[in-house]
């Protein structure tokens, strides 16, 4: 099996570790896992086995206005679409709300099942109406959407 994990980064969180843990249990199984971040490699808490591969898009920052919001998200997906074409997995699996919709971006048309995970619940964590508006635009063209409780997933 081949996957690959996409989240923001993988400094100190709940996600985070999460993420950790799937890769590196995965990657002792002998399953080929890549972990790609948003965030550059030196903002990393968490430990990976050996045999994950590591990628950073360094692609992080506040965006200062929409206009270079817009732009600054663009280049997330045309990277990690370029990332999805090259290490061709079967399952992409991405972590986080945004991350979830970067990733149902950046997969569109390509031969990979992505997968979204969510790891807090929607309404306790606004996102603001034009990631709201993309999370229920984008969920539907992922494979699946993952949510820690039935109350989150409705």
């Not at 002998?30 to 591969?53: I, K």
Request: charged share 15%; with cysteine.
């Amino acid at each position: 099996m081949n996957l690959l994990i996409f989240i923001g980064s993988l400094s100190s969180g709940g996600a985070e570790r999460v993420t950790a843990n799937l890769a590196n249990y995965w990657a002792a199984k002998g399953w080929s896992v890549t972990v790609v971040t948003l965030a550059q490699l030196t903002l990393d808490f968490y430990e990976l086995h050996p045999a994950v591969v590591r990628i950073a898009l360094n692609e992080t920052g506040d965006s200062g206005n929409p206009w270079l919001g817009v732009w600054h998200n663009l280049r997330r997906v045309w990277g990690l679409r370029r990332v999805l074409r090259a290490v061709r997995p079967d399952i992409a699996l991405s972590m986080m709300n945004t991350a979830n919709v970067l990733l149902a971006l950046a997969a569109w048309g390509l031969p990979v099942c992505a997968i979204g995970s969510e790891h807090i619940h929607p309404s306790q964590c606004p996102l603001g109406r034009g990631w709201a508006t993309l999370r229920r635009q984008l969920y539907g063209r992922l494979a699946a959407v993952t949510a820690l409780t039935a109350e989150s997933a409705a």
